[in-house]
């Protein structure tokens, strides 16, 4: 079944087109792997595909078929739909031939993560198509194993974060000052933490410095960062990893992999998806009330 998983929850908008079936994937036997539940992480084969949740016993195979990224915090909502076309035109898919659309639901800055919430939910609802949102850390931290925080940028000087225990959430989200996470984590016994939102304070995460999360289990990326469409990292010099003529090929990376993943996000809900089961509405995990706030009634004046 052919999804198509989006996020804007971050600086990062980013977008893939993903296949997810039952079975195991080729170079990964039976014995070899064990699929892994949902929100776990998953056995990765040398294509690039992985053995995610377990659907009726049986493991189900992401595959990521065309992703992109672009980091630039102030452009999702001119980037995102370009971007989805890109995906489906590189892999000549048409929208109609798609079963359903995967979002991340955040936490993230209101506008941003709006438009992500917004056009998943336009999309789906214009092809009559199902949309399941998956929390936008879990993009990150079901790829980890051990216990670890992911945290990203909640402005205002503060961070989002969640704790995982390989690749299971166990706490949050949460929306909190660096010095407060600190605090909670050492609380929760948790010495790690991961994601964009944890480079932006390195003196207070100082101590729970480790190393980030694997890039995207996609077998084909295209990774941008900054306004211009030639500006591609990770790849090479206007190269994409993938086997298309012209392209090289290689492992697929991203700009930085410490963003949420669209193709984790699709696994994480494979199960749902390959069972046909209805989603949950889209609501988004804004955690605090945005800036703008009704007018107060014009105060009465005596004369």
């Known amino acids: 079944m052919l999804l198509i998983a989006l996020d804007t929850a971050t600086p990062a908008c980013s977008v893939a087109l993903v296949d997810v079936a039952h079975g195991y994937p080729p170079g990964l036997s039976d014995a070899a792997a064990t699929p892994a539940t949902a929100g776990q992480p998953a056995a990765t084969a040398a294509n690039g595909s992985e053995a995610g949740a377990v659907v009726g016993g049986q493991a189900v195979v992401v595959t990521g078929r065309a992703a992109r ?86 402005r205002r000087r503060e961070v989002y974060w969640a704790v995982y225990a390989d690749g299971a959430r166990v706490a949050g989200p949460f929306v909190d000052r660096p010095r407060a996470v600190v605090d909670a984590l050492r609380e929760m016994s948790v010495s790690r933490l991961v994601g964009p939102g944890a480079a932006l304070y390195p003196d207070v995460f100082a101590d729970l410095a480790g190393p ?92």
Do not use: M, N
């Open 69 to 154: 990224q672009v980091v630039d915090p102030r452009r999702h909502a001119e980037l995102l739909v370009p971007l989805v076309r890109e995906v489906l035109d590189e892999a000549a898919v048409r929208p109609a031939d798609l079963d359903g659309v995967v979002v991340g639901l955040g936490p993230g800055p209101f506008t941003s993560l709006r438009v992500g919430v917004v056009t998943a939910g336009a999309f789906a609802d214009a092809l009559g198509k199902p949309a399941y949102g998956i929390c936008s850390l879990d993009g990150v931290g079901a790829g980890l194993t051990g216990r670890v925080a992911v945290a990203t940028d909640a």
């Open 212 to 303: 980030g999360p694997h890039p995207w289990p996609a077998s084909a990326t295209g990774a941008r960062t900054g306004a211009g469409p030639d500006t591609r990292a990770g790849t090479g010099s206007g190269t994409r990893s993938g086997a298309g003529p012209g392209q090289t090929s290689g492992p697929p990376r991203t700009a930085d992999p410490g963003y949420p993943s669209p193709v984790v996000l699709a696994r994480l809900a494979a199960a749902d998806v390959l069972a046909r089961r209805p989603p949950a509405p889209l609501v988004p995990l804004y955690l605090r009330r945005p800036d703008a706030a009704e007018p107060h009634p014009p105060k009465t004046v005596a004369v």
